[in-house]
C-alpha cells in the first residue's frame, strides 16, 4: 500500500485475531505495508476451516477443497509466500458422471469452451443443449444479474431436467454449498461470469495434490515468521476495548484491530461495543460440509474429480481420487455438501450411505475389493447459507477496528478466494479509516478557535 501523507508515521501496531486464510492474507498484506503485525489463533494450527488433519499417518484436510482459476488473488498469495506451484493440479473445467455423461471443457477461452462443452455433452438431447446455451446467453446479456430474490431454482425453472440435475445442481451445492431451492441466483451469476468472462484458466479446476496446511497456511506462517511478524496459536482472545485512537486486546495496546476469526467469535468480542453489527453476525445461518475418507488399495476413479448422482441413500455429490492427484494411492474422498439432514443422521449414517453409494455408483471391477471407511469428518459451520437478500455483515465496524472473513458483505460465496480477499481488504479500509479519523483530527484542530488550541 502507498504512504498516505496524512497517515501515522512509522508502522502501525496491527493485532489480526484469527488465523485463517483471511487472517493469514491480512497478516501478509500488513507485512508488506511495514506495519507491526500480531497474528492470534485460537487453535493448535492455521488455517481455519481450511486446514490439514492427519488420518492413519496420512496427511489430509478437515474437508476437500478445490478451487477454480478465477481465485486470482488466493493464487497470488500463494505465490507470494513462496508456497510450491506444484500444490495444484490445473485442469479444464470437467463435470464427469462415472458412466461418462457430463461436460468436458477444451482447451480455449472459457465461454467459448463452456459452448462447446455443452454442444459435446453426452446425456442429453440437442433441445436440452440449446435450452441450456440460450438460458446462459441471456444471462451473458443481462450481464449476470438477476432479480436479488430469485433462488437458483427459480433461475433456472425452464431447463430441462436433466440439465438442472446433471448440472446446475451440483454446481450449484459446489459452488455455494446451499441447495438449489435455498441458493441465491444472484451470487451463483457472479461465479459465472467471474470463471466464463475471467480471461484464460478462469474456469480450471485447481485440484490440491497436497493437504491444505501445506497449500497455504504453512508457507503463509513461515513467511510471516521470517518477516517478524509475532505469531501466537492456542489463544483465545476475550475482550476488546477502545483507549483513545486505538484498541487494547486482552489489556495490551494496538494502533488497530482486523477480526478475522468466525462470524460468532467476532460477534462475542463486539457485541459489548456494536450490539447491531454483532446481531447481523450472530444471524447467519450455516450450511454444513461432510467428508468421507475412503481406502481401497488398487482402486482408481476414471477421473480425479467425479460427480455422482444423488438420491434418497446417495448424499454424496462428489468423489476425489487422492492417487490421481499425487497424493496416497488407494485413498479417496466423497464430499456431502448442503449436509443438514446427513449431519441429522449421524456420522456413522453417514458414511454407511456413501459407502453404499461407493459400491453402487462405479462400473464393476472399480473397486477391487470393498473400500473402508478411514474417517467420517463434518465441518458443520463450513459455509453460510447463501440465501437471496442475505444482509452480511460490513468489514468495517468502528475507526480502526474492522472484520475479515468469508462471511462479509461481497458478492461471493463463502470460498477461500473470498476469504482472502477480505483479509487484503480488511487491511485497506483500516488504512482509509484510519487516515480520514487523522484528517478529521487535524482538521479540527486547525478549525478550532485559538482559545481552544491552547
Known sequence: MDRDPHAPQGPLRLAIVGGGWA??????????????????????????????V???????????????????????????VGADPDAL??????????????????????????????????GWTLAERVALLRAATGWALAGFACDPAWTVARLCHALPPPVRELLIDPLCVAALNTPAAEA???VLLRVLRDALFGGAGAADLLLPRRSLAALLPEPAACWLQKA?????????????????????????AFDAVVLACSAAESARLVEPLTPTWAA????????????????????????PMTALLQGPRAPAQFAFDHGALGGAAGVFAFVVSGARPWVEAGLAATGAAVLEQAATSFAPGTWPQPPTVLRVLAEKRATFRCTPGLD????????GLVAAGDYIAGPYPATLEGAVRSGEQAVAALRSTLTHAIHDALTDERTAPPAARR
Do not use: K
Not at 468436458?104 to 462447446?116: I, T, V
Not at 452480511?392 to 475507526?399: E, V
Open 184 to 186: 441465491s441466483a444472484s
Open 89 to 122: 493440479a490445473r485442469r479444464p473445467l470437467e463435470l464427469l458422471y462415472p458412466d461418462g455423461r457430463g461436460l468436458r471443457m477444451p482447451a480455449a477461452p472459457a465461454w467459448l469452451g463452456f459452448g462447446l462443452a455443452v454442444l459435446r455433452c453426452r
Open 23 to 52: 487472517g493469514l492474507a491480512a497478516a501478509v498484506e500488513a507485512v508488506d505495508a511495514g506495519h507491526a503485525v500480531t497474528l492470534i489463533e485460537l487453535s493448535a494450527q492455521w488455517g481455519g476451516r481450511a486446514r490439514g
Open 392 to 399: 452480511r455483515p460490513a468489514a468495517t465496524i468502528a475507526p
Open 228 to 252: 517478524g511478524a509475532r505469531l501466537q496459536t492456542g489463544r483465545r482472545v476475550q475482550a476488546l476495548a477502545r483507549e483513545g485512537a486505538g484498541w487494547r486486546v486482552d489489556g495490551e
Open 280 to 303: 447481523q453476525a450472530q444471524a447467519l445461518r450455516y450450511e454444513p460440509i461432510v467428508t468421507v475418507y475412503m481406502r481401497c488399495p488398487g482402486a482408481r476413479l476414471p477421473s
Open 54 to 80: 492427519e488420518i492413519e499417518g496420512l496427511a489430509l484436510d478437515n474437508g476437500q477443497h478445490i478451487l477454480i482459476g478465477a481465485y486470482r488473488h488466493t493464487l497470488a498469495l500463494m505465490a507470494r
